[in-house]
């Protein structure tokens, strides 16, 4: 399967490369709606596999990256990547540092107040633990008194709380939840026994737990849709439109199929919220 994401991420780049959109059309953003003219700058951090992930030579690969690509290639309009951490996102894109967030985050009503969201894809929460743990919690329940790690400000950490907040008020333990700048750092403190329990979504755990690295002990949890972000809605929709025409084609299936991810059961995909006031 790594194979396929890394034939596929070379076709997209042939594709969305320079001479690829060498004036053969016109770019359907207009200058003023971008942050830097000419181009469309997308926040991304690389994390996450298979979502979005840096290979052996340093380049970002990924669904998320190749969806972007195609989305740009269409659009006629050059794309850059800009990585980091997932925290300080939203406030960069609220300061209008970039154009987007295209780093599968959790869709949620907050969210759809900040900026323009576009939700495309499904996505769940599962529990994982080092290999050979004793402690095997096959719900979020049985994690009361125990240590867990998540990424700090995600939807993972949300639903946790949230969770953690109902069990105590039953009468349980309270999860003793620490929190990490990303993914990566998750597993980090997982493997070196800093907590019990990694809480990570679903396809990153399934990718990391292929690997041999750790066991999903818990699944399908806390599912909601993934979203862009965007802080122009004239980009917002043009972005929802290219991704519509993509699900008519077949290539949207096509990218999701090869990289074993959950679709949208949506045909159409538009803003979902009321966006900034």
Not at 86 to 95: E, R, Y
Request: aromatic residues 6%; glycine residues 8%; hydrophobic residues 45%.
């Amino acid at each position: 399967m790594r194979r396929h994401w890394l034939s596929l991420s070379i076709m997209f780049v042939a594709l969305c490369g320079p001479g690829a959109m060498a004036q053969t059309c016109k770019p359907a953003l207009a200058d003023t709606d971008l942050v830097a003219a000419g181009k469309l700058q997308m926040s991304i951090n690389p994390t996450l596999p298979p979502q979005q992930f840096v290979d052996e030579k340093g380049e970002l690969q990924g669904l998320n990256v190749d969806l972007m690509k195609e989305v740009a290639h269409r659009l006629c309009i050059p794309l850059e990547f800009i990585r980091m951490d997932f925290p300080p996102m939203i406030p960069a894109l609220t300061a209008s540092r970039f154009d987007g967030i295209d780093t599968g985050m959790f869709w949620t009503e907050e969210r759809s107040k900040i900026a323009y969201t576009v939700p495309y894809a499904q996505q769940t929460i599962s529990i994982a633990i080092a290999k050979g743990a004793a402690l095997k919690p096959t719900d979020v329940a049985a994690l009361a008194g125990h240590m867990a790690g998540v990424e700090v400000n995600s939807y993972q950490e949300r639903w946790l709380r949230g969770a953690d907040k109902e069990q105590v008020a039953k009468g349980a333990k309270s999860i003793d939840i620490l929190t990490f700048k990303t993914a990566t750092d998750v597993l980090a403190a997982l493997r070196a026994g800093q907590v019990e329990v990694a809480v990570l979504i679903d396809q990153t755990a399934k990718e990391i737990q292929r690997r041999g690295l750790i066991e999903i002990t818990a699944t399908g949890l806390g599912g909601a849709p993934t979203t862009m972000m965007f802080r122009n809605r004239a980009v917002a929709e043009k972005v929802a439109a290219t991704l519509t025409a993509m699900k008519a084609d077949g290539s949207y299936d096509k990218l999701f199929d090869h990289y074993d991810l959950t679709k949208s059961p949506d045909s159409t995909f538009a803003i979902r919220g009321p966006g900034p006031k």
